[in-house]
């Protein structure tokens, strides 16, 4: 078994696990194979752990799909997709001690306070 995707006009709606050959045979409940691309679940920022990412990220429901890889939703406006892994990179790195939140406000990060 494999998983994939359904992608209707560049946006993931369904992620199924199901036989690439019921895909493919006549009157399958799955609809047209071509709207269907496989993902795995091993796959993130375009690394395997055996070496071998599919399609960059394993996709998700509302993932984008361009051709080559699948992406997540962009989390703010201000932050770019990395071409090499398809996931969303802030503006600011963010910091590597303590909790924070993203402000798009600020267009920085912000430290959550500790109870």
Do not use: C
């Amino acid at each position: 078994m494999a998983h994939f995707a359904k992608v209707i006009n560049g946006i993931v709606t369904e992620v199924n696990v199901v036989e690439w050959e019921t895909l493919n045979q006549e009157g399958h409940p799955w609809g047209d194979p071509s709207l269907w691309i496989q993902t795995s679940y091993n796959t993130h920022g375009g690394q395997h752990p055996e070496g071998r990412p599919l399609h960059k990220n394993y996709a998700g429901i509302s993932y984008t799909w361009d051709g080559i890889g699948f992406a997540p939703p962009q989390p703010f406006p201000s932050w770019t997709k990395n071409p090499d892994t398809y996931l969303w990179e802030p503006p600011v790195p963010m910091p590597t001690t303590g909790m924070h939140t993203w402000s798009e406000e600020t267009l920085s990060w912000v430290a959550v306070p500790t109870v």
